[in-house]
């Protein structure tokens, strides 16, 4: 897949495809409330961002309430992605326990779709993943949105990946042919299941025709 955003109206491949990873992670979930999905990967340059952005405009195009939070703090990309400003989003609002919808979440320009960026303050403050805050601003949105889509750092990267997929709904694990090892991907599954984290599936992602 292409570092870009996709029309999910359009028939090209890419469009198709993810509309089938989106029915197929609709369908892991019948059976239980799923309001939050964490996208993650074993390692970084797996295009886990661009996966969850897309997958986000996809669930939007289906008329849901969808919010994308970029919860990586070392390296955030949603407000590239979607070309907006990274003033305030849920740094602040982990600061602050409690969501300003006003200031720290933006319109993306896409029906149904809402942007939190990572925000301001100190970059790599990922210390406040560890609190008991994510879990109270989660409560918060899911009055509001019908999903939460969250872009998270690696697995072995950075290990309080691990710690959030424990407080969120469903887990879907990004990974690149070519790319992401198999030990990583081994590894990446046992830290999910200490983590007792729900692991909804896989998408893999530039993937050949074979």
């Known amino acids: 897949m292409s570092n870009r955003l996709i029309t999910v109206s359009s ?7 993810l ?4 029915t197929n992670i609709t369908f892991s979930m019948m059976n239980q409330a799923a309001n939050s999905i964490m996208f993650t990967s074993p390692e970084s340059g797996d ?13 939007a195009s289906q008329g849901q309430r969808v919010l994308l939070i970029d919860a990586d703090f070392r390296h ?11 003033y305030r989003g849920l740094r602040d609002a982990l600061l602050t326990r409690q969501v300003n919808y006003q200031r720290d979440i933006q319109d993306s320009d896409i029906e149904n779709l809402s942007i939190m960026t990572s925000g301001t303050g100190i970059k790599n403050d ?3 993943i560890k609190t008991e805050r994510i879990p109270h601003l989660l409560m918060q949105f ?6 939460v889509v969250i ?17 969120v709904d469903g887990v879907v694990l990004v990974i690149r042919q070519g790319h992401t090892t198999k030990m990583s991907v081994d590894r990446s599954i046992e830290l999910l299941q200490m983590a007792d984290a729900n ?12």
């Not at 750092?153 to 997929?165: E, G, I």
């Not at 692991?199 to 074979?210: D, K, T, V």
């Open 11 to 17: 028939r090209s491949p890419v469009a198709e495809q």
């Open 19 to 22: 509309q089938t990873l989106r």
């Open 47 to 59: 295009g886990r961002s661009i996966i969850a952005a897309n997958m986000a405009i996809a669930w």
């Open 76 to 86: 955030p990309s949603m407000h590239k992605i979607f070309q907006k400003q990274d």
């Open 126 to 128: 990922v210390s406040l």
């Open 142 to 147: 899911k009055q509001v949105y019908d999903l």
């Open 151 to 167: 872009d998270v750092p690696s697995l072995m990267d950075v290990s309080d990946t691990q710690v959030l997929a424990s407080q």
């Open 199 to 210: 692991l909804l599936g896989y998408a893999m992602n530039s993937a050949g025709s074979e």
